[in-house]
């Protein structure tokens, strides 16, 4: 069910997903973790039900409900604690790692990134670059350039050997990486680097990931925008609303409400015009 519910929120964002997980949660896993089990089983239960909380605050930091993702995430650590569940443990730590970030708590994110590293001693090289990507883009984010590079250059290693392998993790891929690549120089200042390698990141990408599509494409237009390349920015984000359509994100309303006061100063531009145009309907239903 976990599994569904994600894939559901990588197509449609956090707002349209979050209360079926929530109801899931309440209705069917709190009962079952009540129930007498042997221990293998019980500690089986409570590793998927810290699994669904993870899912479910990284859906509440799409909503843009940040304290309830810091509470979910906090129940899935204690849930992943008790089951030893040392991959959800450590895959959670990354997610509220990610959620400092995003929020530019870059000493933070960092901490978190650094702390998912030590939960996972043992992790296999996807496993390795899952995690380093991270603490690249945090530590870029803290202005520490060498640091930033250094653990970038690991993550692409370890991504190299994961390759060779048949199974991925999570949803980790050269397209996430070639994501953090991005982050990483746009946060050291290279914005042309950034775009070429969200572009990448966009070619690489598994069409499922629509709302993934929505955020990273606004960036890319924005990018785009600060470098002077009005026209190619415009097609970015027409590209964006053909999927935003069908998304309910409140980070993905917070790139459009930004898209609409980016273009204000370029109104006497046909292109800018019609691209606002478009949005204009969009806009009114965001309040």
């Not at 089951?83 to 509220?96: F, I, Q, V």
Request: with cysteine.
């Amino acid at each position: 069910m976990t599994e569904h519910i994600s894939s559901l929120d990588d197509q449609f964002g956090g707002r349209a997903t979050r209360p079926m997980a929530a109801a899931f949660l309440v209705n069917t896993i709190a009962p079952y973790l009540k129930a007498q089990a042997s221990d293998p089983v019980r500690n089986a239960m409570l590793s998927a039900a810290a699994d669904h909380c993870y899912l479910t605050g990284y859906m509440a930091m799409d909503e843009r409900e940040d304290g309830l993702a810091q509470r979910y995430y906090l129940m899935a650590l204690d849930l992943a604690g008790r089951a030893g569940d040392h991959l959800t443990y450590c895959t959670t730590l990354r997610g509220m790692s990610v959620h400092a970030v995003d929020l530019g708590h870059g000493a933070q994110a960092l901490r978190r990134a650094e702390s998912a590293g030590s939960a996972s001693p043992q992790a296999g090289p996807r496993m390795v670059a899952f995690l380093v990507g991270q603490k690249a883009h945090a530590a870029a984010q803290t202005g520490d350039r060498a640091g930033a590079l250094v653990k970038l250059r690991q993550a692409e290693a370890a991504m190299e050997k994961a390759e060779s392998r048949a199974k991925a993790f999570g949803s980790y891929d050269p397209s996430s990486l070639s994501y953090h690549v991005a982050q990483v120089r746009y946060e050291l200042g290279d914005v042309t680097g950034s775009i070429e390698s969200l572009e990448e990141a966009d070619r690489l990408r598994e069409p499922v990931y629509r709302r993934t599509r929505v955020r990273y494409n606004s960036m890319l237009a924005e990018r785009k925008l600060r470098v002077g390349r009005l026209e190619e920015a415009c097609l970015s984000w027409h590209k964006v609303l053909d999927d935003y359509v069908q998304v309910k994100s409140g980070r993905c309303d917070d790139r459009i409400r930004y898209m609409v006061s980016a273009l204000h100063p370029h109104k006497e531009n046909p292109l800018a015009r019609e691209l606002n145009e478009r949005a204009r309907p969009l806009v009114r239903t965001l309040g």
